[in-house]
Structures are given as structure tokens and as C-alpha cells.
């Protein structure tokens, strides 16, 4: 059975931990292939709600085998510290999968994120400062840590020890701070290293035999399309390859093995952190979408910008990822609008864009081409079948499958798994 990926289709927090927690169910395995607890996955489950930053949001049903993989980055203690809130909770994580070659955020990883972002001043990049940029450089300079080595105290050691070597010279030299001690890391490393190792293995032999077995595996992407490292709005992206493309390299499986693409994307869209952002709105309707979307972000409690669907930018997901099919997500946020504004293109003074533009200073200077569409005012949190959608609400769901070329197979109208319908 070819696998599935769930895919951010822009700037992260589209609803891809709802979207992977309703599909789970009929999932074998849901597998995290980048990224690591920059992300910040809301599921809400009847009336209780769960934020997972590195553990798959398939692990709150319990037929699933969660797994992260290789071209994840681990921080240690959020891994068991997730790991404990959960069985708290009454959820079983001892199902927990985990690659013996995915990278360590280490403490130095964190220390320089914040004092990076700093430096920056007004051109930071306004990361979560959880380590995940200087974890992928160290992992990019070949001087990473992996979880293997956890597992081998003296190579831990040697390898700790090096890459303090240069990170203190740069947290003192360059950034004036205090240098860190590589005993007390190593020690504290090593202490929960004995606590992971139940989970480590080699995940790329798990998920080829999974794959073999005809299970169905589900891979759940972190961030979005316009956060990739080399398809994004760089430098204001994250520091891997969320789009479908990271799949393969990420767990280690060849791309013959995927054979369908959800794309994640929100009925308007949102972004946290800094950067270009063609459709945001400083307005009133701006402050709208943000309160009743709730819009703040899930790691780091910052207020998510808002603006107008981007069809402009969706149609480039669909094609950089191969989206065969969307999640259109929140739909009940655009409730009780006079009108809606769908960008179609975009205009500068040099030109007009039906594509999203080569040069990224278009994206700065040039204003939204907007198709204005009639809203609705009924409240459908509570609709479960397509057909009882107010007509312009399907009218809009429908223009927005035209504009972007491929099908809106789902519509989220709530937080909770229920409220889901498939069209
Ligand atoms: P992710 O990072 O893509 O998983 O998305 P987040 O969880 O960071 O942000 C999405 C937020 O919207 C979460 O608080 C979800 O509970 C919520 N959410 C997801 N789908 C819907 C929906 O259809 N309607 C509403 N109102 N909220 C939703
Ligand atoms: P989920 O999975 C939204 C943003 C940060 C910052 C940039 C780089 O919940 O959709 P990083 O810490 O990764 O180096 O920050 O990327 N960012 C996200 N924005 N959702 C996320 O994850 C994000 N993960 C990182 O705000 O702009
Ligand atoms: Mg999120």
C-alpha cells in the first residue's frame, strides 16, 4: 500500500495535527521525517486538548505506531518530558519509535538560537529558539551529535567535547556569554540516554517493512511549504525540507513508495515569525480572523499575522509537493463575513504574477490581485455533510478547487476530530 504524506501547504499551522490525527485512523504508522519541536501540533479530542511539538500526532490512537525519523532533530528532554505528559493523560507513548540517526539538540544548540536571534536585531528571523537552525548546521557541518552516540559514552564524550571546543569560543568571543561545561552535559545526556534507548532503532528498516507488510503508514509533515529551506521565503524559513520532497531523505525510503499528497491549508492564512507575507491584513478583519481562529502560536504563545487565502501561494504548494488532494482547514473562521477576498495574483509596478515570483523582493512590493466573493452567516461548526454548507460557503470551497487545480477532498469546521467532513 503506497504511503501518504500530510503536507503544510503554507506557512505552518494550517491544522495538519487535526488533519494527521483524523487520518490516523485507519494509520499503521504516522512518521515525522523533519523539523523537531519547533512545530506545535493541536488535536482536540472530544473535549480534551493536546499540543505535540516532537511526538506524531498519530499517538493518541492507540493502533498507531508513532515514529521519527532520521531527519528529525531530538531534544532529548522534550521527548521524555512529552512522553511523560502524555501517559499523565492516560495515553500509552511506550509505542514510540525513534531513529538512531536523527540529530541531537543539544543545550549549546538552544543557548546559540536565542543569542543568534538576538544579534540579528530587527533582521531576526524570529525562529522558536529551540535549537533546531544551529542542530541542522552542526548536522550540515558534520559535526552534529546523533542519538546513536548516546549509546556509546565515550564517543559522546569525545564528540561533546569538540564541538564545545568551537561553540564556546563562539558563545564567549562573539556573543559574550558564559561558556558551557561539557561534563555536566554530558552527564545529563547520558542519564537519559538510558531512558530512550527502549525506543531507538532503525526506522528506514521499520517503515520499508511496514510498507512490505501493506500497512498504512502516514507521514505527517512539521511547518509548511513556505517555511522549506530551499522552496520557502528564505532566510525567513525553517531550517529543513517540511515539503513532500523531505520524505524520502528524511526516513529513508525511495519516492516510488508515496503514492498520495495531502496538502494542509487553511481557508485563510497565517504566519508566525518574520518575513514577507503579500495578503496580510493589519486591519480589523486581520484582528478578526485572529481571535475567532485563535491564533496564537502553540510552542511559543506569539500572535500569529493573518491575511486572505493565497491562492497564488497554493498553487505553488500543489506543485512543489505533488499535492494530490486538499485539507481545507477552518473554514468556520470565515463565518459571518460580508465578503471574502481570495488573492489570484499579484501586481507590482513592474508587473503582474500569476505565479509565486522568482524574485523574492516581489513579494514585499507588490500588492495582492483580489477576487472578492459573497460570505456567510450561519454558524457550521456543526455541519458534517457537505451539501447542508450554506451555498457560498461551497461556492467558496469550489472556486478555491478551481483556482488551485486539484480537489478539496476534506473541510475542517472545529477544532475537534469530529468535526471534519469529507466531501
Ligand atoms: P498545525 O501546526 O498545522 O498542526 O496547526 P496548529 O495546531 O498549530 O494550529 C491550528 C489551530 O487551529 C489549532 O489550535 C487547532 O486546534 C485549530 N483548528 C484546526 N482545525 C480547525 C478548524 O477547522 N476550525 C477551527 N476553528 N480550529 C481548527
Ligand atoms: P507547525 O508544525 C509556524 C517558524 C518560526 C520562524 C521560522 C524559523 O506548528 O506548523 P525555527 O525555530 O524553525 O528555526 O524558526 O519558522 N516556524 C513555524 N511557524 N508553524 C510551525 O510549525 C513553525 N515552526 C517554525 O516562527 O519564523
Ligand atoms: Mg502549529
Known amino acids: 500500500m503506497p504511503a501518504t504524506v500530510v503536507v503544510g501547504a503554507q506557512w505552518g499551522d494550517e491544522g495538519k495535527g487535526k488533519i494527521t490525527d483524523h487520518m490516523a485512523e485507519s494509520a499503521d504508522f504516522v512518521v515525522r521525517y523533519q523539523g523537531g519541536n519547533n512545530a506545535g501540533h493541536t488535536i482536540v479530542v ?3 486538548r493536546f499540543a505535540l511539538t516532537l511526538i506524531p500526532s498519530g499517538v493518541l490512537n492507540d493502533t498507531v505506531t508513532p515514529v521519527i525519523g532520521n531527519g528529525c532533530v531530538i531534544d532529548p528532554a522534550v521527548l521524555l518530558e512529552e512522553m511523560a505528559t502524555l501517559k499523565s493523560r492516560g495515553i500509552d507513548p511506550s509505542g514510540v519509535r525513534i531513529s538512531n540517526n536523527a540529530h541531537l539538540i543539544m543545550p549549546y544548540h538552544r543557548r546559540l538560537d536565542a543569542v543568534m536571534e538576538r544579534f540579528l536585531g530587527r533582521q531576526q528571523i524570529g525562529t522558536t529558539k529551540r535549537g533546531i537552525g544551529p542542530a541542522y548546521t552542526d548536522k550540515f557541518a558534520r559535526s552534529g551529535i546523533r542519538v546513536q552516540d548516546l549509546f556509546d559514552p565515550k564517543i559522546f564524550r569525545q564528540k561533546l567535547e569538540v564541538a564545545l571546543r568551537e561553540k564556546n569560543l563562539m558563545l564567549t568571543k562573539a556573543y559574550n556569554q558564559l561558556p558551557m561545561e561539557p561534563g555536566t552535559i554530558a552527564d545529563e545526556y547520558l542519564e537519559m540516554a538510558e531512558q530512550i534507548k527502549p525506543y531507538v532503532t532503525d526506522t528506514s528498516l521499520l517503515i520499508w517493512n511496514a510498507l512490505r507488510a501493506d500497512k498504512n503508514v502516514l507521514f505527517e509533515g512539521a511547518q509548511g511549504t513556505l517555511l522549506d529551506i530551499d522552496h520557502g521565503t528564505y532566510p525567513f524559513v525553517t531550517s529543513s525540507n517540511p515539503t513532500a520532497g523531505g520524505v524520502g531523505a528524511g526516513i529513508g525510503i525511495g519516492p516510488m513508495e508515496i503514492g498520495r ?3 494542509v491549508a487553511k481557508a485563510y492564512i497565517s504566519r508566525v515569525g ?5 495578503t496580510e491584513l493589519d486591519d480589523k478583519i486581520g484582528e478578526r480572523m485572529v481571535e475567532i481562529g485563535g491564533e496564537f502560536g502553540t510552542v511559543t504563545g506569539r500572535r500569529r499575522r493573518c491575511g486572505w487565502l493565497d491562492t497564488v501561494a497554493l498553487r505553488y504548494a500543489v506543485r512543489i509537493n505533488g499535492i494530490s488532494e486538499i485539507a481545507f ?3 468556520d473562521v470565515l463565518s459571518h463575513f460580508d465578503s471574502l ?3 489570484v495574483g499579484y501586481r507590482s509596478h513592474e508587473a503582474t504574477y500569476d505565479e ?3 524574485q523574492q523582493r516581489v513579494l514585499y512590493d507588490c500588492e495582492p490581485i483580489y477576487q472578492e466573493v459573497p460570505g456567510w452567516s450561519e454558524d457550521i461548526t456543526a455541519i458534517r ?5 450554506p451555498k457560498n460557503a461551497r461556492d467558496y470551497v469550489e472556486l478555491v478547487e478551481d ?3 486539484v480537489p478539496i477532498a476534506t473541510v475542517s469546521v472545529g477544532p475537534a476530530r469530529s468535526a471534519t467532513i469529507l466531501k
Open 385 to 389: 455533510n457537505y451539501e447542508d454548507l
Open 261 to 263: 499528497v495531502v496538502g
Open 46 to 48: 472530544e473535549d480534551e
Open 329 to 331: 482547514t477552518k473554514l
Open 403 to 405: 483556482l488551485v487545480g
Open 356 to 358: 509565486f515570483p522568482r
Open 274 to 278: 518574520s518575513g514577507p507575507f503579500p
Open 341 to 343: 477576498k481570495i488573492a
